[in-house]
Structure formats: structure tokens, C-alpha cells
């Protein structure tokens, strides 16, 4: 898989697919995220969201590789406070594919 620029669709619905740091996960278990990045090159999600109309609820494929390991999950967009990344996405792990 390369950039998180590409589109996918679920349920008829375009999904921005976007790559997940999930090792860089904060928050609580409840309460969730990572840092999440888009484009090519890849940029966090905060610096694009603008150019992107992002808006609440908006369906997501978040990836994540490393040399071991490629998965993808889908998730929906929610926008959070003003103290670090405004937007994060909730992952539906039920959705959860292994690439490799």
C-alpha cells in the first residue's frame, strides 16, 4: 500500500483512507486516537482538513504497515477539543482486515 491518498468505498459512501500511527495512541480505552496523517507526502490530518472539508462522521479506511505487519479498519471522523489533534477517528475493529 502506498499514500493515504486514495479512496475507498463502504456502504456507497467515499471513505478518505489515512494512515494510522497506531503505536502512537493516546488517550484513554474508552476514548482513543492516533496520530493520523493524509496525503502524499504523508501530513497530519490537522494541516489538511481544511483543503479535505472534513466533517464530523465521516466514514474512514485507516491503514497502518511496518515491516511485520499491514491492517486496515474502517472508522468515522470526530473532531475533539482545541489541545492537540482536533480530529481523530473511531475505529470499528470488528472491520478490521490484515493485509499481510
Known sequence: MGSGDSLK???GIMALRMYADFNSGTGTDEDPYWCLRYGSPLRP???VAAELNLCEGMPELLY???RSEEFEVSAV???????GP???AC???DTMRRIR
Open 9 to 11: 468505498t463502504r456502504k
Open 45 to 47: 490530518l490537522d494541516e
Open 64 to 66: 497502518y504497515e511496518d
Open 77 to 83: 471522523l470526530v473532531k475533539r477539543g482545541t489541545i
Open 86 to 88: 482536533q480530529w481523530h
Open 91 to 93: 475505529a470499528d475493529w
